[in-house]
């Protein structure tokens, strides 16, 4: 029996199939079901929100600080759901920022860096009404990109470790009247982010540095607010990320997670004298890393992310293992993720800062897990036997699946970084089985995927699954 040409590239696409199969492990997480969204935040390159209770009704609320337009108060209207205050700060080129009582009066204040303009304080009156406090820090051109607020030198008051990426990092301390005096640089240049806690365990904040393309650095604080290095490098010579701080061994002091672009997430165990060694623990690739507790199993999760790919889900089981359960928030390819309580259930929501790559969009996602038994608390799906087919797709692929009850579906094509590329269908379906044949016609070859999602009146439209598909071209 001889094969025709076509039957030739059946087979090829074929055996093309299968090896994708093996070698493209990217899948949307299970888990990506337990967030839903609830609502964006502004558009404008999100670096990360600074919560906390401004205005005095124990409530936190959020300045989200943007990269491309000014700063934005968002008050929480207690249940996770946010409006805009009218409130801005900065120039447009903010890149961090942090809330602390900085003059004393017992209330939020707002410290904000920038990339491209001097950083700035301003004071809170107690409402939630910020006014310039009139100080301009550092030079317009520091590439200020992260600040952390914290008292290094025990004199009640919270001092500002602002890092810069072309210049040393540099310690602002504070008068314990919200003014700020430089006292020291601190490190060498090319940071990008910075952790503390009291790693000696003396009682004082110390300081973990990140440096691009270099292992990363410790150093301790004398309580006094010197802060000197170490001598101890910890991390990868290549690549960069983020690290931060957390009791990965329940021993009583803070170890290290640490996320590089090239050579892998690690742990690193804290000896109880601020001294670092590799845990063995090495999982993925990442560049920003938050730490939280999604399934609610008293251990730290882990979500890594990229400005241009995808977010990724880590489980933690208690031992310092992290099981990679997929892409969580398909189409978010981030700068920042910030997880905060913000409807006060219990369990850890999420605000993802898209990247101008994907449109800038701030997104609130809210956690759907019970803090009583741990499980999510929507309806069950709705959605069985989806079959997609043939597959591989030369030009037509015919969809076909099962409604229990009557929902709203909608079927989105995602490429391989996980973009959306098209909606294919949203509509609200009787129960039972039901067929979409799509047409694909000036799509590049490639491998894509197909996610379902279905809608339930009380909770909107979650990710019900995803199927992979190879579209080889006609």
């Not at 207690?78 to 009582?101: E, K």
């Not at 001097?118 to 590439?143: A, E, H």
């Not at 090239?262 to 993925?284: A, P, Q, Y």
Request: glycine share 12%.
């Amino acid at each position: 029996m001889r094969c025709s040409q076509s039957d030739i590239k059946q087979i090829l696409l074929t055996i093309l199939w299968f090896i994708s199969q093996l070698v493209f492990p990217q899948s949307i997480s299970s888990l990506d079901s337990l967030f839903l969204f609830h609502q964006t935040l502004g558009s404008s390159e999100c670096f990360g929100v600074a919560f906390g209770d401004v205005d005095g009704n124990s409530i936190r609320d959020g300045v989200v600080v943007n990269f491309q337009g000014q700063s934005k108060l968002w008050k929480n209207e207690g249940n996770g759901n946010f409006t805009s205050t009218g409130q801005s700060f900065g120039n447009g080129t903010n890149h961090g920022g942090a809330l602390a009582d900085l003059d004393g009066d017992g209330d939020l204040d707002l410290f904000l860096v920038s990339t491209m303009a001097t950083d700035k304080v301003y004071f809170n009156d107690g409402s939630g009404t910020f006014s310039d406090s009139g100080q301009n820090l550092g030079g317009s051109m520091d590439l200020s990109v992260q600040v952390i607020l914290s008292d290094v030198d025990a004199d009640g008051d919270p001092d500002a470790l602002v890092a810069r990426n072309t210049h040393p990092n540099i310690l602002w301390m504070n008068n314990g009247s919200g003014y700020f005096t430089e006292s020291s640089e601190i490190g060498d240049t090319s940071t990008y982010f910075m952790d503390v806690a009291d790693a000696d365990s003396d009682g004082h904040p110390d300081l973990y540095i990140e440096y691009k393309d270099q292992p990363d650095k410790i150093f301790f604080n004398d309580g006094s607010g010197n802060i000197t290095d170490s001598g101890q490098e910890v991390g990868f010579p290549e690549g960069n990320g983020h690290g931060r701080f957390h009791d990965f061994d329940n021993d009583g002091d803070p170890d290290l997670i640490l996320t590089n672009s090239l050579s892998g997430n690690s742990i690193w165990l804290n000896d109880g004298n601020g001294f670092f060694t590799t845990s063995g623990t090495v999982f993925g690739s990442g560049y920003g890393v938050a730490m939280l507790d999604v399934d609610l199993d008293g251990d730290p999760d882990v979500i890594t992310y990229h400005p241009e790919t995808p977010c990724y889900l880590w489980l933690n089981d208690g031992s310092m293992n992290f099981d990679s359960a997929g892409v969580i928030f398909p189409g978010d390819q981030c700068w920042s993720i910030t997880p905060e309580d913000v409807d006060m259930d219990g369990d850890p929501d999420v605000v993802v800062g898209n990247s101008a790559f994907n449109g800038g969009v701030t997104k609130l996602y809210l956690n759907q897990t019970s803090p009583a038994t741990g499980e999510m608390v929507h309806p069950g799906k709705s959605i069985d036997d989806l079959i997609i087919f043939p597959n591989p797709v030369i030009r037509d692929v015919t969809i076909s699946f099962t409604l229990k009850e009557e929902s709203r579906v909608k079927l989105m094509l995602y490429n391989s970084s996980m973009r959306m590329v098209e909606i294919l269908a949203e509509s609200l379906l009787d129960p039972g089985r039901h067929q979409l044949t799509k047409t694909f016609v000036d799509l590049p070859c490639g491998a894509y995927h197909i996610v379902f999602h279905n809608e339930d009146p009380c909770y909107g439209y979650r990710f019900f699954g995803s199927k992979f598909i190879l579209i080889a071209g006609h």
